[in-house]
Structure formats: structure tokens, C-alpha cells
């Protein structure tokens, strides 16, 4: 047996799994939020992470439809960020699994990937885009620029901006810069946007490599209540063609966007469900919403 098939044995065999438990737990629940069981993208379960025997993520346990928008929420320490290192391949747990399907609804060995055994750049390939708290665009470049690079992937900066680009590929531009609300932005060095503006073209270098599944962290921090709003509608205009996770604090932008809550708390799930039902759970209201967190 090769090591391929081993791996997508595996995986598939997690998934099954995963699913089992999944249609288990959510045949015997009573929620408006109950989600179907098929069609899952992510599968993450038993993840385990210490640094210095402190124990950031402790047998986290989560699975993630395809197009749904998932927000994770939680104190400082609860886990976040380490959950989507780990995820990402930035950081190996000392246990667990976790397993990412690009076409749910084509399950095959070509698409079904264990992402512990993946590399940073092999995870984005797979069809993971992750956008961090502060944006990290180019600012010396212009907006459309920005795009083409991250477009370009690995290629280097000169080679991609001296080759040029084809009429799909700036058809491609242009249709990213209209969902991103940046048309008008489009020739201006990115350093003089505001600070929501990088936000939205950081995810529009996300989208410019066409990933499956989008990882946001903090997206709405710093921005101002109209930038807040577009990226309301930004989100709600992604949710569906693109699955989506989001680390926030923000509670009503949350309420805004978000099909389903998570709460983290010392590494494990807290709680998890509407937002209704998790901000009226008497564990969250003591570990995380009842408490001035700044976080």
C-alpha cells in the first residue's frame, strides 16, 4: 500500500468518523442551529498543544460545514490563534487530528487532506487562506498590484510585475477589487489606505488564490462603524461560495455575521451555537462575556 493510500485511508476513515459523531450529537439536540452532517470541510478533534506545560489547545474538538461562517470567541489564552496555527501548519500539536475536504460534496482521495501532515505551503495550495490580526500588504506597491503578486504566489516580485497580466487575469483583478470595495483604489499605493481598506485588501489577496476555506483573524478590529458595515456585507456576500472562520471580540459584529459560535476556553470548547444561545449560557456569561475582557 503506498503512502498516499495510506493517508487517504485515513482521512476518509477520520472523516466517516467525525461524521458519526457529528449526526450523533446533533440528531439528539433540540437548536434551530442543528447543521447537516454531510458536506463537512473541516475536521479537527482531540488537538493538543503545550508550550512550556502550559496546554494552549487541550483535546480541542470541532467540525466545520462547507459554507458555513463559524466565529470563534474567548478570552486571552483560550486558544485561538494556536487553533489556527495548528490548522495552518505553523504550529504541530503534540496530538490530535485534523482533517480538510476542498469539495465535501466530491469526497475523493484528490481532495481529502491531513493537514498535520502538510506544510505552511501546501495547506494554502490545498485551498487554506488565512488572514492575520494586522495586515501585512505590501504598502510601498499599489492596490492592484498587491493582488497580482498574491496571485502570482511564488513567483517574485519583478518577474510578476514585468511579465504583466492576461484579459482573465485582470478581468480576475477587477472582479476582486469590486468585492473588496477597493474599484476606485485600485492604481493608489497601498500604505495610504486606512486601516479597514488593508483589512479588505489583504482578503482580497486571499481570494485572488481562490481558497475553499478562509481563516480571518479579527477582521473588524480598528476600523471605523462605516467600515464595520461594509465588512458586514463583505462577509455575508463570501458565506456560502466560501467557508469561513473568524476569530472576533467584537459581540455585535458577531451577532451580525456569524452562523455558529464557538467559545474557547483553556484550550477546549466551552460552548457552541447560535450566538443567542451561547451569550445566554451561564458558563460563557462566567468565563468570557460576563467579565470585562479586553482581549
Known amino acids: 500500500m503506498s503512502p498516499l493510500t495510506k493517508l487517504t485511508q485515513g482521512a476518509s476513515a477520520a472523516l466517516t468518523k467525525g461524521l458519526n459523531r457529528v449526526e450523533h450529537k446533533w440528531h439528539h439536540a433540540n437548536s434551530a442551529s442543528r447543521p447537516h452532517a454531510r458536506g463537512m470541510m473541516l475536521y479537527a478533534e482531540d488537538l493538543t498543544v503545550s508550550f512550556d506545560g502550559f496546554k494552549a489547545l487541550n483535546n480541542l474538538t470541532f467540525y466545520l460545514q462547507a459554507g458555513e461562517l463559524r466565529c470563534f470567541i474567548g478570552p486571552n489564552g483560550a486558544g485561538k490563534t494556536t487553533m489556527m496555527d495548528v490548522l495552518t501548519g505553523r504550529t504541530r500539536p503534540d496530538s490530535g487530528n485534523a482533517f ?77 477589487l469590486q468585492k473588496i470595495r477597493l474599484s476606485s483604489r485600485a492604481n493608489v499605493l497601498a500604505g495610504t489606505l486606512s486601516h479597514g481598506q488593508k483589512q479588505w485588501l ?94
Open 202 to 295: 489583504e482578503i482580497g489577496m486571499l481570494l485572488i488564490q481562490r481558497p475553499r476555506l478562509l481563516m480571518l483573524d479579527e477582521p473588524a478590529a480598528g476600523m471605523t462603524p462605516e467600515e464595520i458595515e461594509l465588512s458586514i456585507e463583505l462577509l455575508h456576500e463570501l458565506k456560502g461560495r466560501h467557508t469561513i472562520m473568524v476569530i472576533e471580540h467584537d459581540m455585535a459584529f458577531i451577532r451580525a455575521i456569524a452562523d455558529i459560535v464557538t467559545v474557547l476556553c483553556r484550550g477546549q470548547v466551552l460552548a457552541e451555537g447560535t450566538m443567542d444561545e451561547v451569550s445566554s449560557n451561564p458558563a460563557v456569561i462566567e468565563a468570557y462575556l460576563g467579565k470585562d475582557d479586553d482581549a
Open 100 to 176: 480538510f475536504c476542498s469539495d465535501p460534496q466530491h469526497e475523493s482521495p484528490d481532495n481529502l487532506y491531513n493537514l498535520l501532515q502538510m506544510d505552511e505551503v501546501a495547506i494554502v495550495r490545498a485551498g487554506i487562506g488565512r488572514k492575520f490580526q494586522k495586515p501585512s500588504v505590501i504598502e510601498s506597491l499599489s492596490v492592484g498590484q498587491n493582488l497580482e503578486l498574491a496571485g502570482a504566489c511564488n513567483k517574485t516580485v519583478r518577474g510578476t510585475l514585468k511579465r504583466g497580466l492576461d484579459s482573465a487575469e485582470q478581468d480576475y483583478i477587477c472582479e476582486i
